[in-house]
C-alpha cells in the first residue's frame, strides 16, 4: 500500500527509562534516548544504539543498550535530545546536568571506531538555569543546540540561547550563537524549546514569548555569523514553537492552540521574507492531541509528518502519527493514522520522529508504551511513496490458493513518476519480468493503470504446495527505489473442502437491504439482503443520514448537523474533518482515496461523494445529506 510500511517494532524493552523520547536515524545507525533511566542512580538516563542487521535492510538490532556518560549524574536526563552528524558521530543533550551548579547542561559526542562506540567530548553550560542540550539538531554539517534558559517570571533576565558548532572531524567546535530580538524583558520565553536546521537557515522556537503566545525566529549564516532574520508568528497563537522544522525555504510550526488541538503552520521564505502558505489542523478537530508535538521533513522536502503524542481516545488511544505530501501548492494528508501495536491511552507515540535521506526510513519515538510506568520504544518505517506494490492476488500471507494461480500485482507510483524499464518481478527467486518483458517460463500481460502498471504473471508449470514468493523492484524516474517482497501459500491436494475454504475466507457482513426512503426494501413482500460493498456502503449511509443525538440507545451516535454544518458560515474544512472522522470510524473502512463535498446554505443540503478503501473491496458512495 502507499505511505508508510512499518519495518520493525523495538519495545517495550526490559528496562525503564522512556526510550524512544528522542531518536535520530543515518544510514544503518539508529539511536534513541532514554532520558529517565535510573542507570545506577536517580533519572540520570542514557542511548542506545541499533544497527541494521543487514546494510541497506530494514531490520536493526541492538549494539551498544543502556550507554551513559562518562561522568553520569543524578538528575542530568542524559538522551533528552538526540542529533546524528553522520553514521559514527552522535550528538546527546542532558539539559539538567548541573555541572557543579544548577540545571546548566551538558552536550556528548559519541563516535564509533574499531567496532565500538566512545565519548569524545562534552561541552558544558555554566551558568544556572541554561538547560544547554534541551533541543538538538544537525544537518550531517553543523549542530543546533538549544538552551531556553528560564529565570522567574516578571524578572529581567536572559530568556535561551541557540548555539551552532561545526564539526571539525574529531569534535564540536563553536561557531556561533544568539538569542531572540526579545531578550532580557520580564518574560519567559523558552527560546531554543525546539530547534532546525537546514544549510544556512537555523529556525528556533520560542514558545513562552508574551506569556503563552509563543514566537519562532528565522537565522541565516553569513560566514560564520548568524542573524535574526524574521520572527513568526501567525493568527492567535498557543505555545507558538513548542517544535519547528526547516527544509530549505520552507519551516514548519507548531501551535499548541487552546486545548491542545494544535495545528501546523507551513510559512514559505520568498527572497528574505516568510508568509504562511498553509495552516494543518488535526484531521479528528480532537482536543489534547497536541498535534504538532513533532516534526520532520523529508529528504526532499516533499513531505511533513507530524506527531500527536496526546491522549485524545479519538479514532482510538494513543499517539499517532501522520503524514502530509505536498501535491502542487497544498500539503495533503494521505489519510493514515499509524500507532503503537497495542495503543495505550497516553504512550507518546510520534514524541519524536527522524527521516533517513539515504534509505527512506523513518523511525519514531513512543517513550511510555504501556500509557503507564517508564517503558518506552521505536517503530521504524519505510516510507513507500516512491514505486510501491497494490492490489496484490493472491494476497500477501494468503493460504490455501489453488497451485495454478496467477499472479496479479501492481506498480505504481502516486506522483506519476514510475520508470517501467527499471520494474524486476522475481517469482520464488527467479526473474519473471525484466527488460519490458516476461521470460521464458512465464507468460502474461502487462496493462497500464493510474500511475503505473499491472502485471498478471502465469508460471509455466503450477506452483508446488507450500509458500511462494512474490519479489519487486522499480524505481522512478528521479532514482528513488521500490523493493518489496510479499508471501503466500499454495495448499496441497487433495483440494480443501468447501467448509474448509469458508473457515479461510471471512464471512462478509450481511444486512437488510433499505430503500431511498431509508425503510426497510422488499420485493413481492420478501425482505432482501444485501452483502459485501454494497452493505459497508450501505451502513455508511445510515451513520451519515444519523443526527447527533438522534438514536436513544446511542446518544453519541451521529454527525452533529445542528451544531456544526447548519449555523450561520459553517467551516467547510470542519465539516470535512467530521466526514472523515466518520467514515473512517467504521470498522470495515482502510481509507479514503477521494472525497469532496458541497453544501448549499439556501436548502441546508450537503452534496456528498467519496470513493473508500474497505476490506471487501473500493466502497462507492454518492448521496445529499441528511
Known sequence: ???????????????????????????????????????????????????????????????????????????????????????????????????????????????????????????????????????????????????????????????????????????????????????????????????????????????????ISGRAFVFVRSGSSWSQQQELSYG???????????????????????????????????????????????????????????????????????????????????????????????WTWDNQRLYWDPPATNDQFACDIAYDADTYHLAVGANNITGSGTQGGIKVYYDAVQPY??????????????????????????????????????????????????????????????????YSIQPGAAFEPGTQSVHAIAEDTTGQPMDETYSFTTRAQPSLTDQEIAELVPAPGIDLKLDSQHDVYTAAYDLVLVAGVEEVAQHLLVGLRLFYGEWYLDEDAGMPYYRRAFIAGPSTRVLELLFHQEILGDADIERIKTFELEYDRATRKLDVEFVAVSSVGLVEVEAVLP
Request: charged share 15%; proline share 6%; with cysteine.
Open 1 to 211: 500500500m502507499p505511505g508508510l510500511q512499518m519495518v520493525q517494532q523495538i519495545g517495550p524493552v526490559a528496562y525503564s527509562g522512556y526510550l524512544g523520547r528522542s531518536v535520530d536515524l543515518v544510514g544503518d545507525v539508529l539511536v534513541a534516548g532514554a532520558n529517565g533511566d535510573d542507570l545506577g542512580g536517580t533519572d540520570r538516563g542514557s542511548i542506545s544504539i541499533y544497527r541494521r542487521i543487514s546494510p541497506g535492510t530494514g531490520m536493526f538490532q541492538v549494539e551498544d543498550e543502556r550507554r551513559g556518560p562518562t561522568s553520569p549524574e543524578n538528575g542530568a536526563q542524559f538522551g533528552y535530545a538526540v542529533a546524528m552528524l553522520d553514521e559514527d558521530t552522535i550528538v546527546v543533550g542532558a539539559p539538567y546536568k548541573n555541572n557543579g551548579g544548577t540545571n546548566r547542561g551538558s552536550v556528548f559526542v559519541f563516535t564509533y571506531s574499531g567496532g565500538a562506540w566512545s565519548q569524545v567530548q562534552e561541552i558544558q553550560a555554566t551558568a544556572d538555569n541554561r538547560y544547554f542540550g534541551f533541543a538538538l539538531d544537525s544537518d550531517g554539517v553543523r549542530v543546533v543546540v538549544g538552551a531556553p534558559e528560564i529565570h522567574p517570571y516578571g524578572t529581567t533576565g536572559k530568556n535561551g540561547w541557540v548555539s551552532v558548532y561545526t564539526w571539525s572531524g574529531s569534535q564540536l567546535v563553536f561557531e556561533d550563537s544568539f538569542e531572540d530580538g526579545n531578550a532580557n524583558d520580564s518574560y519567559t520565553h523558552g527560546f531554543g524549546t525546539s530547534v532546525g536546521i537546514h544549510g544556512d537557515t537555523v529556525v528556533a522556537g520560542a514558545p513562552s514569548v508574551a506569556g
Open 236 to 330: 492567535s497563537p498557543h505555545y507558538y514553537g513548542q517544535a519547528v522544522a526547516v527544509f530549505g525555504d520552507c519551516c514548519a510550526v507548531a501551535d499548541e492552540e487552546s486545548l491542545a488541538w494544535g495545528s501546523v503552520d507551513v510559512w514559505n521564505r520568498t527572497g528574505t521574507s516568510w508568509s504562511v502558505g498553509q495552516t494543518i489542523w488535526e484531521p479528528n478537530g480532537a482536543r489534547d492531541r497536541y498535534f504538532g508535538r513533532a516534526l520532520e521533513f523529508s529528504s526532499d522536502g516533499q513531505t511533513l509528518f507530524i506527531g500527536a503524542p496526546g491522549i485524545n481516545p479519538l479514532p482510538q488511544p494513543g499517539g499517532v502519527l501522520y503524514r502530509y505530501d505536498l501535491v502542487g501548492a497544498t
Open 389 to 454: 506494490l497494490q492490489n496484490q492476488d493472491p494476497a500477501p500471507n494468503d493460504t490455501g490458493v489453488d497451485p495454478a494461480a496467477s499472479v496479479y500485482l501492481e506498480v505504481v507510483d502516486d506522483e506519476d513518476n514510475l520508470d517501467p524499464e527499471s520494474v524486476e518481478i522475481y517469482i520464488n527467486g527467479t526473474l519473471a519480468w525484466w527488460n519490458d518483458r516476461f521470460l521464458p517460463g512465464f507468460t502474461g500481460e502487462r496493462i497500464p493503470v493510474e500511475n503505473g502498471y499491472s
